[in-house]
């Protein structure tokens, strides 16, 4: 018997591997496909997916395996910080001044790993990190699924999250091969360590396979396969989206205009409401070459209540509210609870596929835009001498310097180019077409089409 477990962890790998066609696919390699949910069971119930769905009890790290998570974490940040501006940043704002236990620790590790901070010593990190997990109640209960569900190969749809890692020990003390699927395209060039060591890597090109391997110096070629990602398949389904009238007549849009669709990050990207502000400024001070729609989907992760100012001044705008409820609130990481509806799929489908400009700070939407050949204007004005929210540096990050250097997106520091851009694209100047598809093939290696297939298959060969 071959039995896949899928780890769910979170309502991103809900939207990538549940609304996509992989459970469908595994189900047609595999002998048994069973379902473990860091989400409530309850998520999946008008899905009629037809296989066990074993919810996962919520665990909550302790100082011990903390100390040795960090360690491995900031370790790998030290190894590899040089020449890296994205991880030198994520490095830094590691450093604590706080008078607290983990306050005083995080300085410790600070120190410590900056002395030793090898592949073999982030291998040691790790091993403690793992071993913490020996005696742990949660433990315990793991590995009594997996035995009881015979699970012989075990995907992990996201490899970062800590809460993840007490099941990858269990699945190691079964001797039960683990693959992890790299989450997104910025995980690998600028963010921390891995939650644990896997047998095997999913990736989604081989620019991304070429960054596991420099990353990660004890994993091997033949350990990784390049599969493409199913965060985009749904793009390519008929079943989601609906027509341009339908969106005209939900969004109660002019239907001779065209439409501009800004797309907010989390809070953390400060500067959002400032170019909402001013490109609403453009719109009613008639600065645009043309009359438009704009509509503005706020980010899924938070509540919206920081643009309410602008929503009260302009009354033009309108808004698209991400239908991703929260499921579970006793959680370490609360927004990986909220889980996207189908209806939410069908409103973003249909907005990129019919939108005529994306307008982004420099947000994953960016690759979303591509596939639709939708240009795309990412606006960065802040820098250290204007004292604004410092988003230009995010342009040395690795991933991001790989689009500046596409040329494949309007990438504005100032709002006279702001303006600019968006009146060149509204006259019909759009030359960037070879290029955003060049980066699309750089980003995404493998056809949207039977990636869902793809991955199923390559999981079998593994099996």
């Avoid at 982030?122 to 403690?128: G, S």
């Avoid at 190969?153 to 490899?159: A, S």
């Avoid at 180019?417 to 093939?441: H, V, W, Y």
Wanted: some cysteine; hydrophobic content about 40%.
């Amino acid at each position: 018997m071959k039995n896949l477990g899928v780890v769910i962890t979170d309502g991103v790998g809900f939207r990538n591997f549940i609304l996509s066609d992989f459970i469908k696919e595994a189900k047609n390699k595999f002998d048994k496909v069973i379902i473990f949910s860091c989400l409530p069971k309850s998520v999946y119930e008008d899905f009629n997916l037809n296989c066990d769905i074993v919810e996962l009890e919520v665990y909550n790290e302790n100082f011990k395996t903390w100390f040795y998570r960090k360690s491995k974490e900031v370790a790998h940040l030290q190894l590899h910080r040089k020449n890296n501006f994205g991880i030198q940043d994520n490095f830094n704002s590691n450093k604590s001044n706080s008078n607290t236990n983990r306050g005083y620790a995080t300085r410790f590790i600070m120190q410590f790993t900056s002395l030793f901070h090898s592949e073999k010593w982030i291998l040691r990190y790790n091993y403690f990190q793992q071993k913490s997990f020996k005696n742990n109640s949660i433990t315990k209960d793991y590995l009594k699924l997996l035995k009881n569900h015979g699970i012989t190969n075990l995907l992990f749809t996201h490899q970062r999250p800590p809460y993840i890692a007490p099941l990858i020990y269990a699945a190691e003390i079964l001797k039960i091969k683990t693959i992890a699927f790299i989450f997104s395209w910025d995980n690998l060039a600028s963010k921390g360590r891995m939650a644990g060591n896997f047998d095997n890597y999913l990736v989604w090109s081989s620019l991304m396979e070429t960054e596991l391997l420099h990353f990660y110096q004890s994993i091997n070629k033949n350990q990784v396969a390049v599969v493409g990602t199913p965060q985009f398949e749904p793009f390519i389904q008929e079943k989601y989206g609906y027509t341009k009238e339908n969106l005209i007549a939900k969004f109660n849009l002019d239907a001779n205009k065209p439409i501009l669709f800004f797309t907010c990050n989390d809070s953390s990207s400060k500067n959002d409401p400032i170019y909402l502000n001013i490109l609403a400024e453009f719109i009613e001070k008639n600065k645009l070459i043309k009359k438009v729609n704009l509509i503005v989907r706020t980010s899924p992760v938070e509540e919206p209540e920081r643009f309410n100012t602008i929503a009260e001044k302009y009354k033009f705008i309108i808004w698209n509210f991400p239908d991703w409820t929260i499921k579970r609130k006793n959680h370490q990481e609360s927004w990986s609870q909220r889980v996207p509806s189908i209806e939410d799929l069908n409103d973003l489908k249909s907005l990129l596929y019919h939108c005529d400009i994306n307008i982004n700070v420099l947000s994953t939407i960016t690759l979303d835009s591509f596939i639709f050949n939708k240009p795309v204007v990412n606006p960065v004005f802040g820098n250290k001498e204007n004292k604004m929210f410092d988003d230009q540096k995010f342009l040395k990050y690795q991933h991001l310097f790989n689009l500046v250097v596409s040329k494949s997106s309007e990438i504005v520091k100032n709002e006279d180019e702001f303006l600019t851009a968006i009146n060149n694209l509204l006259s019909g100047n759009d030359n960037r077409m070879i290029q955003r598809k060049e980066f699309l093939n750089l980003q995404i290696g493998k056809p949207l089409e039977n990636t869902g297939k793809r991955i199923a298959e390559t999981l079998y060969k593994w099996a």
